[in-house]
Nanobody, 114 residues
């Protein structure tokens, strides 16, 4: 499975960004996809995930502000990030989970700064 992520950038506090992640290869082995982020000096944390059945999960810190979605069970996954805060800054990684393995795409930088 290969993952191609895009959509990061620089935004002011309160602004919005949308990240996209497209999977290729053995996509029908994928059970769930999601986004992790890593801020400088902090551990990597799960931000949001979505299963092929459409069930979603969010970190408490982003509930009500971020929305993960997908057009179809194995289509691109999107992370709509609204009301961004300084602490949302970090490198965001797309992740795909199969029954046996986790795959991670290249990171995309999200910087929230005034």
């Amino acid at each position: 499975v290969q993952l191609q992520a895009s959509g990061g950038g620089l935004v002011q506090p309160g602004g919005s960004l949308r990240l996209s992640c497209a999977a290729s290869g053995s996509i029908f082995d994928i059970n769930a996809m999601g986004w992790y982020r890593q801020a400088p000096g902090k551990q990597r944390e799960l931000v949001a995930s979505i299963t092929t059945g459409g069930s979603t999960n969010y970190a408490d810190s982003v509930k009500g502000r971020f929305t993960i979605s997908r057009e179809s069970a194995w289509g691109p996954v999107y992370l709509q990030m609204n009301s961004l805060k300084l602490e949302d800054t970090g490198v965001y990684y797309c992740n795909a989970a199969t029954g046996r393995l986790n795959y991670r795409g290249q990171g995309t930088q999200v910087t929230v700064s005034s």
